[in-house]
């Protein structure tokens, strides 16, 4: 850029700083992120944007400097874009961080009295270094690989306030492949008081101006993951969630862009998500000019942490990026990092069968194994048995905590039955709720003091639940060990991990930063269980998807995304889910004709089609079936299983929403375009109405495919360019009646030029 420059470059991505100008310039494959460090010394975020050369990142740099220095002499300081913003200095807006500085010892400046605490932070810069394999607080330690392992570049920037030795270090690595940065921070307190922090964000991004279309995900237990737009105003629009996992009601990701500039495959599009289970908090702030920051970190309502003289606290991280591709690029940008660099490279998904629905707490071994029988005549690969298996646990009221097998439920024990499942040809996997207990238990009785609550007040029960109080270390060892000695003895290969309720009066001994803790002994858990044992598998659960982020699915192999498993409605759950979820961590269920929740009658066909778009999953009362019933579920998960590697790691193209059009359409495409698998839903077509062709996304132009169904029956053979530029052929409804639901999977195979049409 100048003379004085330094860079460093690897893995695609590239650092440089300009120690003239004082300018960082962070590249990843086709964005950069810029940086300025002012004469005061405060480091300003200057602006980020889809351009990959170092021309254009200057041009950008010079443009955002000019206007910076314009500006920030203005009386409320809009135009403030600080890269880590304090309370502090000149603060009139919402704050990354805030802290309090008790002074019990006397003045800092002779001749000046002062009696209370210092709610003032003033940041400045002093150095910076570049480093490779550094990691977020809260980072995976069971070891397992993921998929891709290059090293990736890390920014550090040192931070430190003006009068305390108090210091603030500003953390950016770079995945250039999928231009995606991730932020965290890490406080260092090296004064000789304890500070307290009273609000701490994992970073603060800053939109591109007019970007306030946003479209976050929204909703309910058994409604989750609505894709929601807003249209951000001057304030502050504030998600958060305080139950202890991510939640139902909001989930922490987001896409902003501006308004009628981007749809599902074009426009430029900034992702972003927060990589964490606990309670957080995403706040959108728009000032008067337009411009809008986003703060993302720990929880508002409760949160506060102590820091003791040399102490330091490093946060989880907060993941952001760029799409030039629409809504569609960004999520197949989010799918690509989290399959390749965050997931545990365990392979395909297999076939699951959960026995839930077929029991519930009525689980006895011969039953047991009647389903297991009939599910591995059908092709499934992993039987897992639901609640109901451990303890006193014949129903909802008795037996969570005790983690080993009913007598009454095994009289041939567990261990027995779960090496016939093995000889049946599946893996064996169990459902477990281990942060919760019920007062009618023996671990309660043992140790009333391990649950959270408030001295004196009363310890409400949900679901007849009480939540372990997992700022205690002897908590997290105690499950531990319980679970581990559970997956050794039993062999078990699988753990459904289920949460099932929120978490109020949430008095812990590790004060306001119960959620914090509660993450961390979370992942302790599960780390260690994968490390021990590194071959388990295991699933999030709570409540359905109320624990679903990039930060449990570095532990986490897929996730059960609702309860409900009504064909019609789980189409736009699903949907939503994929926004930020890649379809390998989606686990979906066929479950009964009539759903056991809305109790709509869907066919087996749509059932399926619905199902085949994740992690394929079997909870019907596979004993009711009828044998025409079961020949159809064998041939459907047959069909699965040949186009499964597609869908589980190939890129999503949604061509169109049932949220828009009562039609959800489909297409995974695989890395080397010479497989696809097209998925159609059509809920509901007026009558009169014309629907289709889709044309198809990210096929080979210059290939054949031959396209078969679930029979493997040849639908036809047709140039890739003929299905990008019209679509399927007959993939459309005529005008003449209404029809309600319609929908079909097709396999798409790419032929070589000599192969036979």
Known sequence: MSEGRESSEGGGSHIAFDSAEKVFSLFTAASCYVLWVGDDGRLIHVGSAPVGSMGEARRLGMRGISAYTDTMQGWDRQEDREEFSVLGDTSYHDVAMAAQFPEPGGPLVPGEVFSGSVRDVRLRYVSHRIAEDEEPGLAPGHGLNTRVRQPRQTLIIHLRDTLYDFSVELFYRLTPEQDIFERWVEIRNDTSHTVQLTRLAFACLHLPRSATALVSLTGGAGREFQRTRYELAQGTLLFEHCGLNTGHAHNPVFCAHRPGQADEEHGDVFFGALAFSGNWSLRFETLPNGTTRVLGGYELLDFGMSLAPGQSHRTPAMLFGWSSEGIGGASRKMHRYLRERILPDTGDRPVLYNSWEATGFDVREDHQLELARRAASMGVELFCVDDGWFGGRAHSAAGLGDWSPRASAFPGGLKAFAEKIRALGMRFGLWVEPEMVNPDSDLYRAHPDWVLHYPGRPRTEARNQLVLDFGRPEVIEHLLRCLSNLVAEFGVDFLKWDMNRYATEAGSVAG????????????????????????????????????????????CDQAWISDNTDAHERVGIQEGYTLAYPARTMECWVTAEKNPLTQRISDLALRFDVAMRGALGIGARLDELTAGEIAGFRQQIAFYKRIRSVVQNGDLFRLDEVGRASASVWLFVSANRAQAVFSSIILATPHGQLRGPFRLCGLDASLSYRVTNCRNEEVGCFPGWQLMAFGLPDDHLTAGACRSVRSRTLLLEGLNPDDPP
């Open 512 to 555: 306001q930063s119960v959620g914090y803790s509660h993450a961390r002994g979370l992942y302790r858990i599960m780390d260690e269980l994968r490390r021990r044992h590194p071959g388990l598998e295991i699933q999030t659960c709570s409540g359905g998807g109320g624990r679903v982020d990039p930060g449990i699915f570095a532990r």
